[in-house]
């Protein structure tokens, strides 16, 4: 299990304990989950990176930096889309 799938775990520990418990494999769910949020991470990156230009200036650094903010930005959509949708209240 990824990254992702750990902290998809997580959350529906705490938000989420019904329907965790009507999982039949949560080790198979979460490890499928976090590989498709990776994928999914990767996929909309690459089409920004292509789409925006990312990386053609010359200054390293820029590049860097430009691709590093495009990244993290992705990154909080997918999960905030696909981990923290709250539909429970936290368990007690």
Same mark, same amino acid.
């Not at 498709?36 to 230009?53: K, L, P, V």
């Not at 820029?62 to 930005?73: G, V, Y």
């Given at each position: 299990? /990824? %990254?992702? &799938? ?15 418990a009507?999982?039949? #494999?949560? $080790?198979?769910? %979460?490890? #499928?989950? &976090?590989?498709?949020?990776? @994928?999914?991470? #990767?996929?909309?990156? /690459? @089409? ?5 230009g990312? &990386? =053609?200036?010359? #200054?390293?650094? !820029? /590049?860097?930096? !430009?691709?590093?903010? =495009? ?5 909080e959509?997918?999960?905030? $889309?696909?981990? %923290?949708?709250? $539909?429970? =209240?936290?368990?007690?």
């Amino acid at each position: 299990m /990824n %990254f992702y &799938g750990i902290l998809a775990s997580q959350h529906w520990e705490t938000y989420r304990p019904r329907e965790l418990a009507e999982i039949e #494999d949560p $080790e198979a769910h %979460f490890t #499928d989950l &976090g590989m498709e949020i990776s @994928a999914e991470i #990767d996929r909309r990156t /690459n @089409a920004e990176q292509q789409r925006s230009g990312l &990386g =053609t200036s010359a #200054d390293f650094l !820029a /590049n860097l930096q !430009a691709r590093t903010a =495009t990244r993290q930005r992705i990154v909080e959509e997918v999960l905030r $889309e696909m981990v %923290f949708e709250i $539909e429970e =209240t936290p368990a007690s």
